[in-house]
């Protein structure tokens, strides 16, 4: 009998070695990351139109993520903020660096860093990459505006097949651009892109590494085969409600400058229409290009063994508020898609709040390395098991303005004071700006103060 308490000891260590033994151990991660892409277009996000098939069973296996947001609304600033996991500015090692310097082969495949697009994917040329953060760097060339095909500019109306005169790099109307042609989709950048990033989990199975495939669409141009736009007609397109006087209680300062009325495409309701019509097309051709390397993960059995995280750097506007792309911290562009699939991991939706500069924090912890001290993110490791769980009360974004967004509620404030304020579950779509509303002075001097609060935080982090 006295020796009971012992064998229960014995046995309780055992069941706990054995679960550990169990448990799977991630050595690598996946990091794949689209451009300019809204979450609000995938199928796991709500879209009952857009064809989004493998990042949706991506999502059916991981955490998806409901309410994530970027920290820069244009690709330089959210790619830089991401990559270093600090609010501004790039006082630290990169992601891709960490992984390197504790003996993981680090590769960056496409478009990681800023390159401008079109520029930097015709020249074939790296745009503002970090070579330290690599063991190998891959750019993915593509001809973009000039692939030959049906060529569009809808803002300005114009269809040709002729490669003269077509809208490009610099060129002031290259963000209408589409292109339709004849072919399997393997000249186009994303595809090469799937295709190296495949060779390189083939190559390094048997090692840890830590792999940054980013793709390009659905950025402008928008270009891919026939056979993406074909489930798409501009017909049946739905474009966002136009409302009369939406812009009134918008401060001027915060007015972005592409709106329909300067850039021509209000002339033209069906090109509106066309242009959702290549952004899915778009969509969909990169998501074939994501499911092509998860597939060759899986074939690979690295599943058990690698961290998988989807993300775009930012939202994008296809007319909302007759606004078109990004630079404002509205909520078209600051949410972003992110989705976190992990060995073992039980699949699930997290409505909690959470930043882009919590993937770096996120997969350091959960390949085992210590986050270094000046990361501003958080890790969402305990939101990866309960999806309940929170690690921070808000999210803040930099453009123009600066915005604090709460499970509930949207507020922006810009550098001359002026305010905009939303009840995001009664108008989601910031139809209406509660900020001069005397019913909601206290939940905007709420929301001001938070946005402080959060400032002084990260300011003091950064010193």
């Not at 151990?25 to 879209?47: E, M």
């Not at 083939?202 to 074909?230: E, L, N, S, W």
């Not at 850039?263 to 019509?277: A, L």
């Not at 690698?306 to 606004?323: E, R």
Request: proline content about 6%; overall charge positive.
């Amino acid at each position: 009998m006295r020796l009971f308490p012992l064998a229960i000891l014995l046995l309780t260590s055992l069941t706990s070695i054995t679960s550990f033994a169990a448990e799977p151990k991630i050595k690598s991660v996946l990091f794949l990351i689209s451009d300019d892409l809204r979450a609000s277009t995938l199928g796991c996000y709500g879209d009952q139109f857009c064809q989004t098939p493998n990042i949706d069973k991506l999502a059916e296996k991981g955490m998806l993520f409901e309410r994530a947001y970027c920290q820069g609304t244009v690709c330089g600033p959210s790619r830089t903020s991401l990559m270093h996991s600090r609010y501004r500015g790039n006082d630290n090692i990169t992601l891709g660096q960490h992984f390197k310097e504790n003996g993981t082969y680090s590769a960056r495949v496409g478009k990681i860093f800023h390159m401008r697009v079109p520029g930097d994917i015709i020249a074939g040329t790296d745009g503002n990459d970090i070579p330290a953060c690599w063991t190998e760097k891959f750019n993915s060339q593509g001809n973009e505006a000039h692939t030959p095909g049906d060529y569009a500019c809808l803002n300005l109306n114009i269809f040709t097949d002729k490669l003269e005169g077509r809208q490009s790099t610099r060129m002031p109307h290259r963000m209408f651009v589409s292109v339709k042609y004849e072919g399997d989709g393997s000249d186009q950048p994303d595809h090469k892109t799937a295709t190296k990033t495949i060779e390189l989990l083939q190559k390094h199975k048997d090692q840890p590494f830590f792999i940054a495939a980013g793709f390009v669409r659905p950025h402008y141009p928008m270009v891919a085969p026939y056979q993406y736009f074909k489930p798409y007609p501009w017909e049946k397109m739905q474009v966002p409600e136009q409302v009369e006087g939406d812009l009134d209680d918008i401060p001027k300062i915060g007015i972005i400058k592409s709106r329909s009325v300067i850039n021509g495409i209000d002339k033209f309701p069906d090109n509106q229409k066309r242009m959702w019509s290549a952004y899915y097309a778009s969509i969909t051709f990169m998501d074939e290009q994501v499911g092509r390397i998860v597939a060759e993960l899986d074939r690979l059995g690295l599943r058990e063994s690698t961290a998988i995280v989807f993300t775009s750097d930012h939202g994008y506007h296809l007319g909302d508020h007759t606004y078109w792309q990004k630079n404002d911290v509205h909520e078209q562009v600051t949410r972003v898609p992110l989705i976190i699939a992990t060995p073992g991991q039980k699949p699930g939706r997290s409505g909690s709040i959470v930043e882009l500069v919590d993937i770096y924090p996120t997969v350091s912890e959960l390949t085992g390395l210590t986050i270094p001290k000046n990361v501003q993110g958080k890790s969402l490791v305990t939101i990866l098991k309960a999806p309940e769980a929170e690690v921070k009360p808000g999210a803040v974004s930099f453009a123009k303005g600066t915005s604090w967004r709460t499970k509930d509620w949207a507020y922006i404030r810009y550098k001359n004071g002026k305010e905009e304020l939303y009840d995001m579950k009664e108008d989601p779509g910031q139809i209406t700006n509660l900020a001069g509303d005397t019913h909601h002075a206290e939940q905007l001097s709420k929301m001001a103060n938070g946005l402080k609060k959060r400032a002084r935080e990260y300011s003091v982090r950064r010193r």
